[in-house]
């Protein structure tokens, strides 16, 4: 389940307007936990076929950043997927204090509204700026005013100020921000001016990550919003609905039949059985898992708590091989949970990764997918192989001790782990020797399985 916290605010949002003039309206909607669809309660989600989609949008004044996308990224209709996608954003330069946008409508339209979008989950994404409108009509029009220049003064009017920042706090999350009037427009305008001003000067990362904006023409058709990203989730019961696993693939939804008919099966056969290899005093596994489709991740996929995030390009490459094998392991670590027991006791002791990793190799290849021999030791991998030698390489190692002095280690050695009280002598407690001892013994049984396959192949 995703939830959308929405604030509506009009406080910090200082208005323009005379007596004499209708009012300007400026609606912004914070999403503090923001998903890639950009729905907010009062302010439209971005647009792909409004007035800014054909403007010509120029840096007059400052710098883009070397990490951002280019400016025209403003005005394209395409938002970022994840809160932090700098590619996906305009911003200027680090360390600078903003600078100056010039959007050219090509003619003067009436417009309804000015609407900006921004997603960060730090300083950078709460908005600051004015915005200028001109028809370029006065015979002194500068159209790129620099800073320093006031554009008042030269053929500009001040339609708004905007200052989206909490009182407190970075204010990460998403931002749309609507401007529009009561009048039904804002004025007649060919050209915008967005002063934007950094929402910090703490660090040199101050500068608003600007998603998209969109200019709306009061004598345009309805306007089509960008199809919101659907929230695509299915919720499967495991163990006669002791478990919850939720798949969502709303933002790969290319993989949702994949997610259905060839992972669900795996995650609700699996998940119990995890369970029930990996049990401890008074221990109950989290109850709901979320397994959770994501673009732009640099690993194929991560567990935290018990949330398993997968990397969309790197499943779509890895359907047929790797892809559920690569699941069942990241389900191990959402059973492991054997950060809890630092977080309560602070004399807990910390298991090594070689081990945590190598329990969850030993259940998915061993377990799991046995056929597969995905985790054999061969002439390939022997200078590698050390008890120690981490994923799947432990996971034989896990295997062998499993096969030949203790068939519950793996279970002995998580008990121990989930409860801070992991130490070296365990392995000599459980087996009479030292796991360096049955590391050495180990690689010498399987010096001589690769001998002789080699010379039975020769
Ligand atoms: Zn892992």
Not at 128 to 134: D, H, I, M, R
Not at 343 to 356: E, Q
């Amino acid at each position: 389940m995703q939830f959308q916290f929405l604030l509506i605010a009009q406080a910090s949002v200082i208005l323009l307007g005379t007596v004499a003039r209708a009012e300007i309206k400026t609606v912004f909607a914070h999403n503090e936990d923001a998903t890639a669809a950009f729905r907010f309660k009062n302010v439209p989600s971005p647009s792909a076929s409004d007035a800014a989609a054909a403007a010509v949008f120029t840096i007059v004044d400052g710098g883009k950043d070397i990490n951002s996308g280019a400016v025209d990224k403003l005005h394209d209709g395409k938002v970022p997927t994840e809160e932090d996608q700098p590619s996906d954003n305009f911003f200027f330069n680090p360390g600078s204090e903003g600078g100056r946008l010039l959007v050219d409508l090509g003619r003067a339209i009436d417009i309804k509204q000015v609407n900006t979008y921004s997603w960060h989950p730090g300083a950078r994404g709460p908005q600051v700026y004015q915005l200028y409108a001109s028809d370029g009509g006065a015979g002194d029009f500068n159209a790129q005013p620099k800073k320093g220049t006031d554009p008042e003064k030269c053929g500009w009017k001040r339609v708004a100020n905007v200052d989206t920042r909490p009182k407190q706090g970075e204010g990460g999350g998403q931002y749309g921000i609507s401007l529009s009037d009561s009048d039904g427009a804002l004025g007649r305008y060919r050209y915008l001016l967005f002063a934007i001003a950094r929402t910090e000067d703490a660090d040199p990362f101050g500068n608003t990550f600007y998603s998209e904006i969109d200019v709306i023409d009061r004598d345009a058709p309805a306007v089509a919003e960008t199809p919101a990203r659907q929230t695509i989730e299915k919720t499967f019961a495991a163990a006669g609905g002791t478990y919850q696993i939720t798949i969502d693939t709303s933002a790969a939804p290319d993989l949702t039949e994949w997610a259905e008919q060839m992972l669900a099966p795996v995650a609700r056969e699996w998940y119990p059985k995890i369970v029930g290899l990996l049990p401890s005093g008074g221990y109950e596994a989290p109850g709901r898992v979320t397994i959770a489709f994501r673009e732009g991740m640099n690993v194929p996929a991560a567990a935290s708590g018990n949330r398993i995030n997968c990397n969309s390009g790197w499943f779509r490459r890895n359907l047929k091989g790797e892809a559920r094998g690569s699941v069942v392991h990241e389900m191990v670590h959402v059973v492991q949970q054997y950060g809890r027991a630092r977080r309560n006791n602070p004399d807990a002791t910390r298991t090594p990764g070689w081990l945590v990793e190598g329990i969850a190799d030993y259940i998915r290849w061993f377990l799991y997918e046995p056929e597969t021999k995905g985790a054999e030791i061969t002439r390939k991998n022997l200078s590698r192989a050390r008890y120690d030698g981490n994923y799947r390489i432990t996971g034989n190692f896990l295997n062998w001790v499993g096969g030949k002095y203790d068939p519950d280690i793996v279970r002995k050695l998580n008990a121990a782990a989930r409860e801070g009280k992991y130490d070296e002598g365990l392995w000599k407690n459980y087996t009479g020797k030292t796991v360096q001892e049955l590391g050495e013994e180990w690689k010498k049984v399987m010096e001589e399985r690769v001998a002789a396959t080699t010379a039975a192949s020769d």
